[in-house]
């Protein structure tokens, strides 16, 4: 798929080159490209392939650390004891209700946004973009803390603020269960995600053709008609890279989690039962198990993503 | 559909008769604009509350609903920096500085010349190697962190700051090499061709005719690097304790032990997020084409 871009040898081969010089350049140009590309290469391999590997290798073992003697293989075992188990697929309930919500939401909020910063006028279009990147810049450690903050029975002002609102008085807990801790966990992500998301499309509806919106509009095409049949298949590499990397970031969840709820009231991320069997519970076996499937979770995404919808990043940039 | 994304951008700016075509002020420019302001201001607003609660007293931050014109005071800061509380922040900003700053150098040496190999030199099989990289930078850390863990254990690397380093270089090297290699696009490839033409050595055009173009760039990457790295929470908090710990762990205690000093709270909040506000602030220009892996400028 990636073939279909401009094939790069192209580019760097002078086409007045004598003959013979260019196969003898281009061996050398390639062996300097290895040895350009090889340490980064080198160094990616050893810090990502050696963790996940060994990863494998502990989970298939029944091994604690605090009992380091009493190591036993267990084959696939420690994978039937997952999968048979509640907890993993509350974990997993749980991580794709948030991915589904956040990444729904903040795409459709953050289109909103980008076509209203698109046709703000342009003088202001630097200060409201500076201004909407704050919250993604806040670190991640901090926001949870403000919104965690912010709802608390003891000392949120939202119960207070909200109370006109039905369900929401000062005695609501919204710590106090699944439901309401995971609509709190959402809305920080969202908060702090939406930003990137309406920049990325703002980026990609400068990319739609206007002599095309004008075309539309003299064939008498409706807003709804333009929008849906020129401007969104027009930035499907904008929404699509958009989708991938926020799914995935969102998969991966633990931060907010960790520091909102600790993964009381069943609001356990996948993220969060992986570091709760390994470093609290040190059960080094079932952990890696744990940690193995939500790295083949990770990759089948990813994989659904671009083989399914085509995204194809090298080529996204070469339509510009 | 694929017949319209065929259209070269470049005609939109012109009528067919080729007159330049005046710019759209779309009539609705006010009220949008008003809104985008709206909008915008709501983002900020429980940022903002934070930094303006970080200026006031113990007591006027207690208020609900916030005081606003409370008088202000640098209180929460001489708090939060240990004066008369004996708490120290300086080691673990200076953690943090250490891993994010040292991190960002490795991985800008180890990034830019493999970024070059992959788009001005490309190497065969480069598209493979540029989605074993982005493959990497999907992975969930958390998979790998017991392994790490188990490792920096044997190895003694338990809180030691070049553990970190280590593991946020490999974190953030294939951000950098996509988004590098992204910057590295924008060089015209006629300038190259010229300067090797000229007999111009590797060294020489890097110098004239590539590093103009993506310095830039290459300052946006580290901006965006440093960034990843001090907000880096779960790696931080597993592999190190009181010796090498950073910022955000530090800031994870101080939250914990005096979260009903808000003031102070706030304070510490907003001295942690600062390097990475400014930092945001001074990329915001290329952060969404360097995010974004290059699919959009």
Known sequence: MTQTTLPPTEKTQPVSAPRGSISDRSRAERKLGWLLAGPAFVVMLLVTAYPIVQAVYYSLFNYRLTDPDNRSFEGLGNYWVILTDGVWWQAILVTVIITVVTVAVELVLGFALALVMAKALSSIRPVVRAAILIPYAVITVVSAFAWQFAFRIDTGFVNSWFAWLPGVSDTTDWFGGQASSLFVICLAEIWKTTPFISLLLLAGLAQVPDVLQEAAKVDGATWWQRMWRVTIPNMKAAIMVALLFRTLDAFRIFDSIFIMTAGANNTESVSFLAYRQTISRVEIGLGSAVSVLLFLSVVLIAFLFIKGFKVDLAQARGER | ?297
């Open chain 2, 1 to 297: 559909m694929s017949s319209i994304t065929d259209v070269a951008p470049v005609a939109a700016t012109r009528t067919p008769e080729g007159r330049p075509r005046r710019t759209r002020k779309p009539r609705s420019g006010p009220l949008l604009g008003l809104l985008a302001w709206v909008i915008g201001f709501l983002f900020v607003v429980p940022v903002l509350w934070m930094v303006l609660t970080s200026f006031h007293s113990e007591e006027d931050a207690a208020t609900n609903p916030p005081s606003l014109a409370a008088p202000l005071t640098l209180e929460g800061y001489r708090e939060f920096f240990g004066v008369g509380t004996g708490t120290n922040p300086w080691p673990s900003l200076l953690n943090s500085l250490t891993a994010s700053v040292v991190s960002t150098v490795i991985v800008l040496l180890l990034a830019l010349p493999a970024a070059y190999a992959l788009s001005i030199k490309p190497v065969r099989k480069w598209s493979d190697v540029l989605f074993f990289f982005l493959s990497t930078r999907m992975l969930p850390i958390v998979a790998g962190l017991l392994p790490i863990y188990l490792f920096a254990q044997w190895s003694g690397l338990l809180d030691n700051i070049w553990l970190l380093i280590v593991l946020y270089t490999a974190m953030n090297l294939p951000i950098a090499v996509w988004m590098m290699r992204s910057f590295l696009a924008e060089v015209p490839v006629e300038m190259l061709e010229a300067a090797q033409m000229d007999g111009a050595g590797l060294l020489r055009t890097l110098r004239a005719v590539v590093a103009p173009v993506v310095l830039p760039g290459i300052a946006a990457t580290s901006l965006i690097c440093f960034i990843f790295s001090w907000n880096e929470l779960l790696l931080a908090r597993t592999l190190t304790g009181t010796v090498a710990q950073t910022a955000p762990v530090y800031l994870t205690g101080f939250v914990t032990s005096q979260g009903l000093f808000l003031a102070q709270v706030c304070a510490a909040a907003f001295a942690v997020s600062l390097p990475v506000l400014i930092a945001g602030f001074a990329a915001q220009d290329k952060l969404v084409q360097g995010l974004s892996l290059g699919a959009v400028k």
